[in-house]
């Protein structure tokens, strides 16, 4: 990897340790997490939902002219994140309408930028279905994920690991890891995974039934609560 990677993921990492230290968010919406406690999440400007839609590196999968769209912004190596994996991968396969949306916001670790670059150029080369079975796989790796092992992952669904990296260890693809990282710092994404919905943000990972509560609720009424 090139030598410009390390200084650009420690500023990355700087990012994270604000988030972790910031106070959450004052709470919008009575949206309850699986444990019965409420969830911190608040609204989005139009200007940052228009920040959104222009973000680059996002993968869509499951319904992609789905009628409600969810974004889950996560780290590689944020262990809630590999938690919520099994329930984002059971909400896909669950709800055939729903259009979800990964945003890789490596901000935890040196480790979690390089393998999150591997990520973005195989997202390239995959289908929404393939680069699915793709993330679950990553997640389902122990200890620290970083390049090699997402790598490995690649390279155990087809994909030549040596082109993967001619991609992934470019200027571009950090990038794409830097304006991911400014946008979620200015939103106030102060947790991963954190996930924004009709142009509401939700901090930390609420657990399967309240997300398809939500989902529901936007289906039913236009709003995350009805």
């Known amino acids: 990897m090139k030598k410009h ?3 650009v993921a420690l500023a990355l990492c700087m ?17 309850k997490a ?7 999440n608040f609204d989005l400007t139009p200007a ?3 920040r959104l839609d ?23 190596n944020c262990p809630y994140c590999r938690q919520a994996a099994a329930d984002i991968g059971a909400l896909v396969r669950s709800d055939k309408k729903l259009k979800l949306v990964f945003v890789p916001y490596a901000v935890l670790s040196v480790q979690s930028v390089r393998g999150a670059m591997i990520e973005i150029a195989a997202a390239k080369q995959l289908t929404p279905e393939q680069f699915l079975e793709f993330h679950h796989r990553i997640y389902a790796e122990r200890g620290v994920i970083d390049a090699p092992k997402v790598l490995a992952v690649a390279k155990d669904m087809d994909l ?7 991609v992934a260890n470019t200027e571009a693809t950090l990038d794409i890891l830097r304006e991911n990282a400014t946008f979620g710092g200015d939103a106030g994404l ?5 996930y924004i919905i009709d142009g509401v943000a939700i901090v930390g990972h609420p657990g399967l039934k309240p997300l398809q509560a939500v989902i529901a609720a936007v289906r039913a009424c236009g709003k995350v609560v009805c």
């Open 5 to 7: 990677v390390l200084p």
């Open 15 to 31: 990012i994270g340790a604000l988030a972790a230290a910031a106070p959450l968010p004052s709470t919008r919406y009575a949206i």
């Open 34 to 40: 699986y444990d019965g406690e409420t969830i911190a």
């Open 48 to 50: 940052f939902a228009a």
């Open 54 to 76: 222009k973000l680059p590196g996002k993968v869509a999968v499951g319904n992609l002219n789905g009628d409600v769209t969810l974004t889950q912004f996560y780290d590689l």
């Open 160 to 166: 030549d690991p040596q082109k993967l990296a001619a």
């Open 190 to 194: 102060v947790a991963t995974p954190a």
